[in-house]
């Protein structure tokens, strides 16, 4: 990061005072950074809070709970599978070679500050919908590119605002193609099918035209925001040097036996890439629904056809790999809690509470604030979901409200405060080489702003 234009003022003691906004979250920044611990720790404290629920709510014997507990633990496996490759493909797609050289070129269209804001945000909520690992990914590269490229044009950008720009791109990912609760409705055998009684496409989640509508109003409300919060002319900015720049993944391709020869040669992977395009063109002719696996397919044969070689592909995985696994190790403890909640009847005694308090009008958004409540304490969509969607799906049935209102009330939430919720931001702001605490400020205000056109698309869907 560059100094003051005097040397005097070194980045951090400047990145807090971008404006009146971080002024007024410096209180709320010193919460994130000091007192709230990482979401694995947030996942065990949840184990035992449920477990003290189940044994105080429900009259469950100790033994019952941890039985329960130790019976769920296994419940997920196939899903947190899906979950886990929706991350690991999301971020190889973002690397390979020409996904990269398409976000370096368009990284030089922003032609002023302002354009740069909203670019770096409208591009990474497109991505977001398309996938949601591709959409963190990509928000911290062109925050990156942005910068830089806008450096050397000369152009003052504040580089934490780029940076939260390309992570409130992500408050809109469950509204799109890799929506893990729409699309756990839609598979087949899932784990809410007995809630269902049968498959919910996402013609009527993800495709309803109400849903597509509140993205498009979700995104010119928050690229409007992000306007309103940019520095002007005047305001000191937080600069990115310009070598600072992430130059990709590094691709050992040396060939020096014949084996080197075929892991160096692209044919293996583009003929795998070809075989995977003509199942996915199979299973859609012949009736078939995009499900989670369908998902990453579709993202597993677009890498294969992209890459150079299989040496490119392991580069790849090995360089995702890292966001993968502290993900894997919270899914079985939330796949325990949801075997608690159950085995002890709390599943039961929370939607009978949430009916109570609900109405059919304002049944979705009571379950869209608590899923928002929720999702401090389980950061990953596909973990939220299959604690709260038997819930919600059973208090929605007793006030007879449609079930894709619950699915998209749950989604909703989850998204809406990742905004203030570390976990997510954590690859996004690694690759910018940023701490929480220098985008807190702008994402407090876009959650506030998103928060406003989900609860009033949900209350004019019930209506």
Request: zero cysteines.
């Amino acid at each position: 990061m560059s100094a003051a234009p005097d040397g005097s003022e070194p980045r951090d003691a400047r990145a807090g005072r971008g404006g009146g906004l971080a002024v007024v979250m410096r209180p709320v920044n010193h919460v994130v950074e000091r007192l709230i611990p990482s979401a694995l720790v947030f996942a065990i404290v949840l184990t035992f809070v449920v477990a003290a629920l189940g044994l105080a709510l429900t009259g469950a014997t100790p033994a019952a709970v941890v039985t329960a507990w130790g019976d769920g633990l296994s419940g997920l496996l196939e899903f947190m599978t899906q979950m886990a490759l929706i991350l690991l493909l999301g971020h190889m797609l973002a690397n390979t070679g020409p996904v990269r050289a398409l976000l370096t070129r368009v990284a030089r269209l922003p032609r002023s500050a302002m354009q740069a804001y909203v670019f770096v945000f409208v591009a990474a909520a497109l991505a977001s919908l398309v996938t949601w690992g591709l959409g963190l990914v990509v928000g911290g590269i062109l925050a990156r590119e942005v910068a830089a490229q806008g450096r050397e044009r000369g152009l003052r950008l504040h580089f934490p605002l780029l940076v939260a720009a390309g992570f409130a791109g992500f408050v809109v990912w469950h509204m799109g193609y890799s929506a893990s609760g729409p699309l756990t409705a839609a598979t087949p055998d899932s784990f809410v099918s007995e809630h269902l009684g049968a498959p919910l496409p996402i013609t009527e989640t993800v495709f309803t035209t109400w849903n597509i509508v509140a993205a498009a109003v979700t995104i010119v409300a928050v690229a409007a925001t992000i306007l309103l919060v940019s520095p002007r002319a005047q305001d000191p900015v937080v600069e990115l040097d310009v070598d600072a720049r992430d130059r990709g993944v590094d691709v050992d391709d040396d060939v020096v036996t014949p084996a080197d020869r075929i892991d160096a040669s692209r044919l293996p992977t583009l003929l795998l890439g070809l075989l995977l395009v003509g199942y996915l063109v199979l299973h859609f002719a012949g009736g078939g629904s995009v499900t989670l696996n369908v998902v990453n397919w579709t993202f597993l044969a677009l890498i294969l056809l992209l890459v150079r070689s299989p040496f490119e592909v392991i580069a790849l995985t090995k360089d995702a790999a890292g966001n993968v696994g502290e993900i894997l190790l919270q899914f079985p403890l939330y796949a325990g809690i949801l075997g608690i909640m159950a085995g002890t009847g709390l599943i039961e005694l929370f939607s009978d509470a949430l009916v109570a308090a609900s109405t059919p009008q304002t049944f979705g958004v009571m379950a869209f604030l608590s899923a928002g409540v929720v999702n401090f304490f389980v950061p990953s969509g596909g973990g939220q979901f299959a604690i709260q969607a038997p819930i919600m799906l059973g208090a929605a049935d007793s006030l007879g409200v449609d079930p894709s209102i619950a699915i998209m009330a749950v989604a909703y939430g989850d998204q809406w405060t990742n905004m203030i919720q570390p976990f997510w931001a954590l690859p996004l702001l690694a690759i910018a080489g940023l701490k929480m605490r220098d985008i807190l400020g702008y994402t407090t205000l876009v959650l506030i702003v998103s928060g406003i056109v989900f609860a009033s698309t949900l209350l004019i869907v019930s209506s």
